[in-house]
């Protein structure tokens, strides 16, 4: 099992936070053993990764891993969270606002502006709770931290949901990547934009 590169790259992306049952000094020297990281694969495919570290004749940890490595799927999911945010994005006209959104996000406030994409178009409750989560982030000294956690919790929030139905072994791939215990917050994207950015960097 250990001779799969993706185990490898399994064991070294999940947060501790899925492997707490075991000491952090264990941990931490079982990460870096061929007998400890089968140990804790074992301990993952009791669970949190059952059908991703699940024998079968076409290995989804193979297939999902080989694929999407943790900084491909990173990437993946802090777009979906700017596209989330689009509609507050969009409705920011302040220049000092503007400036430190596009400091924080660069190429991606484009993707926030594009319409082609996604029409941004959602309930006032939903645009006044994305607007009151920006701004809160944008009042920071330093906003770039604030609104880049912002974006990805949001944007795996959005990708397991349209994930989960879909391809099981990814969406546990997905929350290995993040803390267990993380707070995720209600979506709102479309299947079909969810979909179209997950079809781009699969591509790539």
């Known amino acids: 099992m250990d001779t799969a590169p993706g185990l490898h790259t399994v064991i070294e992306g999940t947060d501790a936070s899925w492997l707490d049952e ?24 009791r669970g949190a990764a059952s059908t991703l570290l699940a024998p079968a004749p076409k290995p989804a940890l193979d297939r999902v891993v080989g694929r999407w490595s943790p900084e491909k799927l990173r990437s993946l999911v802090r777009n979906i969270g700017v596209l989330a945010f689009a509609p507050a994005i969009r409705s920011e006209v302040g220049r000092e606002p503007v400036r430190r959104l596009k400091l924080a996000l660069d190429k ?22 994305l607007q009151q989560a920006m701004h809160t982030a944008l009042e920071e000294t330093d906003p770039t931290p604030g609104l880049l956690s912002l974006f990805d919790r949001h944007g795996c929030a959005e990708l397991r949901a349209w ?8 969406t546990e791939w997905l929350a290995l990547l993040h803390p267990r215990e993380q707070a995720l917050p209600p979506t709102h994207l479309p299947p079909s934009a969810v979909q179209q950015l997950y079809s781009v960097h699969a591509g790539n």
């Open 22 to 45: 075991f000491d952090s000094t264990l941990l931490a020297a079982a990460r870096c053993s061929p007998l400890g990281r089968r140990l804790l694969a074992r301990s993952l495919a």
């Open 163 to 170: 994930a989960h139905p879909r391809d099981p072994a990814f």
């Open 108 to 129: 991606r406030y484009l993707l926030a502006l594009d319409r082609n994409v996604w029409d941004g178009e959602v309930p006032r409750d939903v645009q006044v709770r």
